[in-house]
């Protein structure tokens, strides 16, 4: 299994951030969140309320290194991890399903935002 993903197009791996405490870094997070869900068409006050409770579930969990979900009172369901790059944090949507729909998309991603200021390990 890790020759195939190694010989498609190279193993992402998943980060956490770990500067979720410094301010500047949660609104970031924050921000970026909100972006990505306004861009998937949710309204403003949603996109705003789900990225405000998923950045404070982000800083107060010990979650370690893994994908993280949103679920909107739309009825869509958002699939995100954090990516190290180099040394940039990057937030990553990789899939989004709602009612049978389901689009997956882990080699391209269906959107990303760099996390400017945060710092992130593996």
Known sequence: ???GCLALSGCTTVAQI???SDESCHRTVQSRLESI?????????????????TTVVLATGSLGPRPFGVSSPSG??????I???G??????????SKG???YTNNL???????????????
């Open 1 to 3: 299994m890790a020759w």
């Open 18 to 20: 770990t500067s979720l």
């Open 37 to 53: 869900l306004l861009e998937e068409g949710e309204q403003p006050e949603v996109a705003n309320r789900l990225a405000v409770n």
């Open 76 to 81: 869509a369901d958002y699939s995100f991890f």
């Open 83 to 85: 990516q190290l790059k």
């Open 87 to 96: 040394d940039q944090c990057l937030l990553r949507l990789y899939g989004r």
């Open 100 to 102: 049978f729909t389901r």
């Open 108 to 122: 391209t991603y269906i959107a990303t935002r760099s996390l400017d200021g945060c710092a992130c390990s593996e």
